[in-house]
């Protein structure tokens, strides 16, 4: 069994930053989530990462409820799903998270995703579907200044259901003009990080704001995940410090600053990934630039900055009228 960091056992309720290592539970099937959760919380960790869109934060509560943990030692964060976006909605959503987590508050509330869905009679469903084109359909004027959205979570914190709250999803541009607007400035953006997506220009805007940056998909997706821990300057780094090329992945965004979210539903792996914490601290920062510069093996001929690679962006599934992520745009001229 992997031995537990003793900062971690310690009151989160008297922090303002969550254990740089959490457990995903996104895509984690009803049915094995809840074992994954309890195993996870066995093992160590003490920063669960869900959120009403992945509809299991029902067996994550109670998977946290059995294993008698003390909810202060516990980190958990949930989201406001795009269709409680309207500021008399989002504390429906919040509410419906409470109730299947088993507890009367998260440590961190993030907005999703910086697009609003239409959801006139506040149901408790993912979205309402075009009857033509079959895409959800969107609240454009929200999305595009979720201000409203932003002040009635800021009331979820006055009110004791969220120590903090985040935003998840948002690039610069987004993060810059929703900032000056707020009473509560976010202290959280959860967004995408892996070898070929560093998001090293958000980490360093986000710095200069405050902002601490929560890395999902640390490992890359299903598809691609052989792709990068195969990587030679990853297997080079792993070799180097007798760790797995899955515990380099996951701590080179914990060097960087950055919370890293690990998902798994194996019990085996989730005991390699929490080995993730002592490899962070072994990482150079010669190793965490190496990794970094991976990403410009993308770079295509003529172009001046290096490709990214996504694994996630529904931006045309959903259909919405503005790109979400703006991959194209230099940002930081903005």
Not at 1 to 26: E, F, I
Not at 173 to 188: D, G, H, N, Y
């Amino acid at each position: 069994m992997v031995r537990v960091p003793q900062n971690l056992v310690r009151d989160l309720t008297r922090s303002a930053t969550p254990p740089m290592l959490g457990l995903g539970t996104w895509r984690a099937p009803k049915g094995q989530v809840g074992e994954a959760v309890s195993h996870a919380i066995k093992v160590g960790y003490r920063h669960i990462d869900a959120a009403w869109a992945y509809r299991n934060e029902d067996e994550v509560g109670a998977a946290i409820k059995k294993s008698l943990i003390s909810r202060k030692e516990l980190w958990l964060t949930t989201k406001v799903w795009n269709t409680f976006h309207a500021p008399e909605q989002v504390e429906k959503g919040v509410d419906a998270s409470l109730k299947d987590l088993g507890t009367d508050y998260v440590d961190l509330l993030l907005m999703h995703w910086p697009v609003a869905f239409s959801n006139p009679k506040g149901e408790q469903i993912a979205s309402i579907k075009d009857e033509h084109s079959g895409q959800p359909i969107e609240d454009v004027d929200l999305s595009r200044n979720p201000l409203a959205t932003w002040q009635a979570m800021e009331q979820m914190v006055q009110k004791g259901k969220a120590r903090h709250i985040g935003i998840s999803n948002f690039n610069i541009r987004r993060t810059r003009e929703l900032l000056p607007q707020t009473k509560i400035k976010p202290a959280f953006n959860q967004v995408e990080v892996n070898l070929l997506c560093p998001n090293e220009e958000l980490r360093l805007a986000s710095v200069r704001e405050g902002i601490t940056l929560e890395a999902y998909s640390p490992l890359g997706s299903a598809e691609n995940i052989a792709k990068y821990i195969s990587h030679p300057v990853v297997q080079d780094i792993a070799n180097r410090l007798h760790a797995t090329p899955a515990q380099v992945l996951l701590a080179w965004p914990i060097a960087r600053g950055i919370v890293s979210l690990a998902k798994s539903v194996k019990p085996v792996r989730i005991e390699e990934n929490f080995g993730a914490w002592s490899v962070a601290e072994s990482l150079k920062e010669g190793d965490v630039q190496r990794l970094l510069d991976v990403v410009k093996e993308q770079t295509a001929v003529g172009q001046a900055t290096a490709r990214i690679v996504r694994t996630v962006n529904p931006t045309q599934a959903w259909g919405v009228q503005d790109d979400i992520f703006e991959d194209g745009i230099d940002q930081l001229r903005l």
